[in-house]
């Protein structure tokens, strides 16, 4: 049976909000949407000032805005953060899912596995020897938790998540389906004429409050361990190398791929399809653009973009000049013609 969907008053979730209700506060909500597509029932969201002309077609019941709007056709709910009251009320309207309680029959638990009673784990799940998990956590279906690893509490792992051998994830994260930690970093000697894997004999550490996407995968470490500081949010298809050490509450966007032993400060940002060449120190603060490959240290707070990354004004002012290269050669020609023709001037 399909859960109820939450209806709430206006008055009621202003003051749960923290919000200024300009507007009927009996107006009742069952969802959010955009302002495009919100209904007479829902709540809309202005994010800029730039699409303030957008309400006066909307059909949502409130709208979220950070000040208030002047001739507005719908309620308004005024708060100091919109991004916050928006997560507050996305929140409050998702959808309920079933969740597994206890460990499911076809799952797998070895004997010396340790798991509080409130721990659960779903469908065709491997739980190893000497696992340790804390109260609420959820294994998803079919994933799979190497031995000695240790997982903290009210973390969630969905499905065909796989942990290797031990590792380290603490309270509060989230590793999103096909996500792998702990694999074996890519570390070859070319030894009597072949490939030999050099052993990983390290682990990983996640700390509280990490979250990743889909199909990210975390290499274990030849020595120590590969680490992902507190609160870092990492997106799908990203590549962590062995020994990587990542700060607190960096934002890594999808595809960002970072080599062997490179260390990143504190809210560092890498943006999509960025990486990093090996051993490199990226400074707290750093943003490394789009579409970028840093092969040589980046400052803190320092901005850089580009293949290879450098200042990103500096590359700025490069791509202005390469667009007008065609133009430059034109110029050039024209000024070798005339250089030739007086120089044969002279000449004579």
Not at 116 to 123: A, L, R, W, Y
Not at 151 to 174: E, M, P, Q
Not at 222 to 239: P, Y
Not at 282 to 291: E, F, H, Q
């Amino acid at each position: 049976m399909a859960a109820e969907k939450i209806q709430i008053c206006l008055g009621d979730l202003a003051q749960k909000l923290g919000a200024q209700l300009i507007g009927d506060e009996a107006v009742q909500i069952r969802g959010v949407n955009t302002i495009q597509d919100a209904e007479a029932e829902e709540v809309c969201f202005l994010s800029s000032e730039k699409h303030v002309g957008k309400l006066k077609s909307s059909r949502a019941g409130a709208v979220l805005t950070q000040k208030p709007i002047a001739d507005c056709p719908m309620a308004q709910l005024v708060v100091a953060n919109v991004d916050k009251a928006l997560i507050a009320v996305m929140t409050m309207f998702a959808p309920t899912l079933t969740r597994q309680k206890g460990i499911h029959p076809s799952a797998a638990v070895e004997s010396d596995a340790q798991l509080d009673p409130t721990v659960s784990v779903g469908p065709g799940a491997y739980i190893g020897h000497h696992v340790k998990i804390g109260a609420r956590t959820v294994i998803g279906p079919n994933s799979s938790i190497g031995e000695n690893t240790i997982i903290g509490t009210d973390s969630r792992l969905d499905a065909n998540v796989v942990v290797y051998h031990n590792c380290k994830i603490g309270n509060f994260c989230i590793l999103q389906a096909n996500t792998t930690i702990g694999s074996t970093g890519f570390g070859y000697s070319f030894i009597d004429g072949r490939h030999q894997l050099i052993p990983h004999n390290g682990g990983v550490i996640l700390e509280d409050g990490v979250e990743i996407g889909a199909n990210t995968s975390v290499d274990r470490a030849k020595f120590g361990s590969t680490v992902i500081g507190a609160g870092t949010k990492i997106d799908n298809q990203v590549q962590i190398a062995h020994n990587v050490v990542i700060g607190k509450a960096c934002l890594l966007a999808g595809q960002v791929a970072i080599a062997g032993s490179t260390r990143l400060g504190d809210g560092v940002i890498m943006a999509g399809r960025s990486g990093t060449s090996d051993n490199l120190t990226i400074g707290n603060g750093a943003i490394v653009g789009g579409v970028s490959a840093a092969f040589d240290d980046v400052a803190p707070g320092q901005k850089v973009w580009g293949v290879p990354a450098i200042e990103m004004n500096a590359q700025m002012r490069s791509v202005a000049i390469f667009k007008k290269l065609p133009e430059l050669a034109k110029e050039l020609k024209n000024l070798s013609r005339r250089m030739e023709q007086l120089e044969a001037a002279k000449d004579d």
